[in-house]
């Protein structure tokens, strides 16, 4: 077995969503996280996955057939620009306006995007204001 290196976050190891359509997941998800600089992690006929979340078709084995239900994912961003790059991205690649780039309410700083993904998925683009952090992510190695 080769040596394997993870890096996962502090909360959620990973998420997946299992599609109708994996083609058109494929180039929404491709687009938005070009522009958020994540690279894919790799893919197969039934299945694809960009860092912590796998998207896989109702044929493959990790879905048992059923997709899943609408789900809410919200990305960090590095700046604002980012998160306005993700929006047009996102809606070049067949995503649907949730809502535009601009400050909300949640605390003082914070600046989002919102699209619907070809499933109904509410995917977010965020960048946070002036923040520090403690780490890029947890390095796990088997």
Request: avoid cysteine; glycine fraction near 12%.
């Amino acid at each position: 077995m080769e040596t394997m290196e993870l890096h996962r976050g502090r909360l959620i190891d990973h998420i997946q969503l299992v599609v109708a359509d994996l083609a058109a997941s494929r180039k929404f998800y491709g687009a938005i996280f070009d522009v958020l600089g994540i690279p894919i992690g790799g893919e197969a006929a039934e299945h694809f996955w960009f860092d912590e979340l796998f998207v896989s078709s109702v044929d493959s084995k990790e879905s048992l057939g059923e997709l899943t239900g609408r789900h809410h994912l919200a990305f960090q961003a590095a700046d604002h620009a980012m998160v306005d790059a993700f929006y047009r991205a996102g809606l070049g690649a067949g995503g649907r306006d949730k809502g535009a780039p601009g400050k909300r309410s949640y605390h003082p700083g914070y600046y989002a995007a919102f699209l619907l993904d070809p499933d109904g998925n509410n995917i977010e683009a965020v960048h946070h204001g002036a923040a520090k952090r403690s780490a890029g992510s947890v390095v796990i190695n088997f």
